[in-house]
C-alpha cells in the first residue's frame, strides 16, 4: 500500500469555509424589497403628504440605501463568509469611496450656491 504524503507546498485551508443558505438569501432578498418599498414610500411621502427639509429627504434617503448596500456587500458579495483580508479590502473600498465624495462634496459646497454670474454666457 502506497503512503500519501502532501505536497509541501500544497494549500490547507485550516479556516473552515462557511457558506450562505438558501434561506438567508431569501430573507436578505425581502428585506431588499421591503427596503425598495421603505424608498418608495419615503418619495411619495415627501411629494404628496408633508414637506421636509432637504437635509431629512436626502438622510432618510441615504439611510436606506446605506442598509440596501451594507446587505448586497455582505451577502450577495459574500464578503461576510470571506477570508479577513477581502473584508479589509471591501472596508478599504469604501473608506476610499467616502474620501471621494468628501472631496467632490467639499469643491461643490465651496463652489457657493447660487452660481455667480461669469464673464461667458
Do not use: C
Request: proline fraction near 5%; hydrophobic fraction near 55%.
Amino acid at each position: 500500500m502506497a503512503e500519501r504524503h502532501a505536497h509541501p507546498h500544497a494549500h490547507h485551508h485550516s479556516d473552515k469555509h462557511t457558506h450562505i443558505s438558501r434561506g438567508t438569501y431569501y430573507r436578505v432578498f425581502w428585506a431588499l424589497m421591503v427596503l425598495m418599498v421603505l424608498t418608495v414610500a419615503a418619495w411619495w411621502v415627501e411629494k404628496n403628504v408633508i414637506t421636509m427639509p432637504g437635509w431629512l429627504a436626502v438622510t432618510i434617503a441615504m439611510s436606506i440605501a446605506i442598509a440596501k448596500t451594507v446587505l448586497i456587500v455582505l451577502y450577495f458579495m459574500h464578503v461576510k463568509v470571506s477570508s479577513r483580508v477581502s473584508q479589509i479590502y471591501a472596508a478599504g473600498a469604501f473608506v476610499w469611496l467616502l474620501i471621494l465624495f468628501v472631496i467632490t462634496m467639499g469643491d461643490y459646497v465651496a463652489r457657493g450656491w447660487p452660481p455667480q454670474a461669469g464673464p461667458l454666457p
